[in-house]
């Protein structure tokens, strides 16, 4: 197993530009979490989804993030228009069952730069 | 291949009892190794480690690094029912790249 895929690894855009964020879960998984990593706030949950719903978006920043999950094997998360503070390390992360339960998978994240 | 690999997978212990979970690294370029616990959805931040040999604390938990032999270890004595947790070990490499463990499953019993 390829373990959970994220891409692109690196994103670097300017500020005002549209950015999308890709995941693929492991396969089986059927909860999925976007993560967004900064040396001010270390690990910030952003969205999760459960059997493809989001089940709680309360760490959404703000409107110009969304994200979606059209099947069991794909995620986006998309930013529009970009802003310099967006800056960041993004993870997915997938599990079996609902929420955290004993193994937690994560990517390798997407480092975004906007200038 | 980088990866990080935590043990034990899970642990059910009793109120009073001491644990220690158990985080090794094969990262390249290691720059440091994180702690956190993970309630629910989001992790909490516990300790960052980037020098071997020296003991970080905090009130009941207490972490150490060996860079040598490229392993972590997070202790807690005296446990609580607010303790049971996931704990996450995460190493960074250059370029803000991060490897995480699958986590040891901390369930503490009253």
């Known amino acids: 197993d390829a373990g959970v895929i994220q891409s692109p690894r690196h994103e670097v855009t300017e500020m005002g530009q549209e950015v999308t964020l890709r995941c693929k879960p492991i396969?089986?998984?059927?909860?999925l979490f976007w993560y967004r990593q900064t040396m001010m706030r270390g690990l910030e949950l952003l969205i999760y989804?459960?059997?493809?719903?989001?089940?709680?978006d309360s760490g959404m920043p703000e409107d110009r993030f969304s994200a979606k999950m059209p099947n069991a094997s794909f995620s986006t998360l998309k930013i529009q228009p970009s802003e310099p503070r967006d800056s960041a390390v993004y993870f997915c992360?997938?599990?079996?069952?609902?929420?955290?339960?004993?193994?937690?998978?994560f990517g390798q994240g997407t480092r975004l730069t906007v200038v | 291949e980088d990866k990080v690999v935590q043990s034990p997978l899970s642990l059910v212990v009793h109120e009073g009892d001491t644990v220690t979970l158990n985080c090794s690294y094969e990262?390249?370029?290691?720059?440091?190794l994180l702690w956190y616990k993970q309630e629910k959805k989001a992790p909490t931040f516990l300790f960052m480690l980037?020098?071997?040999?020296i003991e970080k604390k905090s009130g009941r938990l207490s972490s150490i690094l060996d860079k040598k032999e490229l392993f972590s270890i997070l202790n807690i004595t005296a446990t609580q029912t607010g303790d049971s947790a996931v704990y996450l070990c995460?190493?960074?490499?250059?370029?803000?790249?991060?490897?995480f463990g699958t986590g040891t499953s901390l369930t503490v019993i009253p």
């Open positions: 396969s089986g998984h059927n909860s």
């Open positions: 980037t020098s071997s040999g």
């Open positions: 990262v390249t370029n290691f720059r440091s």
């Open positions: 989804f459960n059997n493809n719903v989001p089940i709680d």
């Open positions: 995460a190493v960074e490499a250059p370029g803000n790249q991060f490897y």
């Open positions: 992360a997938s599990t079996m069952g609902q929420g955290f339960g004993t193994e937690a998978f």
